[in-house]
């Protein structure tokens, strides 16, 4: 095992940074000057390396595009108020990165390559860190199967390579969701806990059906009756009953036990909500919404943060929100965005000094 001290960085000759217009960054568009690169082979990862960003070369045999062991993470870092780079609770991702390996039968990568690598890249690129509200700098961990072979096995050779992207938000404006009741994400024993790649190329067909019907994203419900919710793809989601907080629980393994799920849950009981992490049923939610009860719906992740729902639509029902009159998420996010960003106390060690 080679330890995380000894990465070898080779830095860019040719920075792309001053022709980067941090004013347009579209989401994973743009990517930094270096990315971390390991390889692993014969039991143990080996050469891991920071470079400058570039493509890769593969053979078309390789085992990643065949059967679809990929596997990622999403992170994020910010600047204190002092101009310090910080990284936002990135332990837990290291380790929601690793139960996804274990379920995808790929090696786990040891903390120093992951979190050591991470910090030095972050260092190294730190520039690269947008100071702008809803503005961060998106870190991208991924591993995939590079044996060059098409029998279906797990592959013996792995690549784990950490990418930078500047971003900016990831939905500019409130969102239309659909109710998902025909295609299914996730069922209990599969893989919706984590987080490879197939969950999120499986999605993509429902989503584009609903896309082409004007909403964003579909929520996806369960496989069985369509009923019970999961989460929206990129993104969990709580529903706001005038002091209560509901987010679909964690136990059937069918949705991703989201960070920034996580950071909001605790906010929101420090703010005085009941949270509630259960099972829900879209039934008991346009009952909600009918008798007046559902103030706020919204969803969380790392590239969402905190996202509005201002239309959600079941069948042929649509609830709409004035989400302009919401107090409740507007006030977690922001709350959220200030300790991310140093303006107020992080009391939870989530802020990780790089
Ligand atoms: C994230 O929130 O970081 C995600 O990975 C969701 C999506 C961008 C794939």
Redesign the pocket.
């Known amino acids: 095992m080679i330890a995380a001290m000894n990465i070898k960085i080779t830095k860019t000759s040719k920075s792309k940074l001053s022709g980067t217009d941090f004013n347009n960054l579209p989401?994973?568009k743009f990517f930094t000057d270096h990315m971390l690169v390991a390889d692993y082979a014969d039991g143990e990862w080996k050469s891991v390396e920071i470079k400058p960003y570039q493509a890769l070369s593969f053979e078309p045999s390789m085992a990643a595009l065949h059967y679809g062991q990929a596997i990622?993470?999403?992170?994020?870092a910010y600047k204190n108020q002092e101009g310090d780079p910080f990284i936002f609770r990135p332990y837990d991702n290291f380790r929601r990165f690793n139960i996804s390996a274990e379920r995808m039968e790929m090696p786990a990568v040891p903390e120093e390559i992951f979190m050591e690598g991470m910090k030095q890249l972050v260092l190294l690129d730190k520039d690269w860190i947008p100071g702008k509200p809803d503005y961060s700098l998106?870190i991208?961990p991924v591993m995939f199967a590079t044996d060059c072979v098409i029998g279906v096995k797990p592959s013996d050779t792995y690549k784990f390579i950490i990418l930078l992207s500047p971003t900016g938000p990831?939905y500019s404006h409130p969102m239309r969701i659909y109710v998902e009741e025909k295609y299914t994400r996730a069922a209990p024993g599969g893989v919706g806990f984590a987080?490879n790649a197939g969950n999120?190329g499986g999605a993509m067909h429902a989503t584009a059906v609903a896309r082409k019907q004007g909403y964003d994203q579909v929520l996806w419900t369960d496989a069985f009756e369509h009923k019970w919710l999961q989460e929206v793809g990129?993104?969990n989601v709580f529903f706001i009953f005038g002091n209560k907080a509901v987010t679909p629980s964690l136990e059937e393994g069918t949705i991703l036990e989201g960070i920034?799920r996580d950071s909001v849950a605790t906010i929101l009981k420090e703010m005085g909500l009941v949270v509630e992490e259960r099972k829900i049923n879209i039934d008991e939610v346009t009952d909600a919404y009918k008798s007046g009860k559902l103030s706020e719906i919204f969803g969380t992740?790392?590239?969402?943060t905190i996202s509005p729902i201002k239309e959600l639509c079941y069948k042929n029902f649509t609830m709409s929100f004035d989400t302009g009159q919401w107090k409740i998420s507007p006030a977690v996010k922001k709350m959220l965005a200030d300790i991310k960003t140093g303006k107020i106390e992080d009391t939870h060690e989530w802020m990780v000094k790089v």
Do not use: D, I, L, S
Request: proline share 0%; charged share 20%; net charge positive.
């Open positions: 989401f994973g990622f993470e999403g992170v994020k998106y991208r990831y987080k999120y990129t993104m920034t992740g790392t590239a969402a």
